[in-house]
């Protein structure tokens, strides 16, 4: 295979692209090409509502991930023992420290991959 066939794009609310959907054998084709051995876990993936929340008004994959859910700020923040304003940063931050973000995920019950996005 030299060239990518059969891949659908998916724009955000104002036309520019946002994801690139493809058949699972072209991903794998592309990780070889670009030396990855990494396997990707089928079950970490992102559901279509969250991505959506995060797209469609411009949230973070932390709050996506909370509204999803159906939890509040303090909920979340309670079990990772920190108080709401605390967590309200994290939401609100461009990056967040990979130890904190596996700390999210276990709070949240997810894959922390699974914020990756």
């Known amino acids: 295979m030299t060239t990518l ?3 659908q794009i998916l724009n ?23 030396n990855i051995s990494q396997t990707v876990d089928v079950n970490s993936g992102v559901p279509y509502e969250v991505a959506g929340l995060a ?14 859910l159906g939890l509040t700020q ?5 079990k990772l023992g920190i108080s709401q304003s605390a967590y309200s ?5 461009k990056n967040v420290r990979k130890a904190t973000r596996v700390k999210i995920a276990e709070a ?4 922390v ?5």
């Open 55 to 68: 797209l469609k008004q411009n949230l973070s994959a932390i709050r996506a991930w909370r509204e999803y």
């Open 12 to 34: 955000d609310d104002h036309g520019v692209p946002a994801f690139a959907v493809l058949p699972f054998a072209d991903f794998e084709w592309l990780k070889r090409k670009a």
């Open 108 to 111: 949240l019950g997810i894959n």
């Open 5 to 7: 066939t059969n891949v």
């Open 89 to 93: 940063q994290y939401e609100k931050a």
């Open 113 to 117: 991959e699974q914020l990756d996005f």
């Open 74 to 78: 303090a909920e979340v923040a309670e």
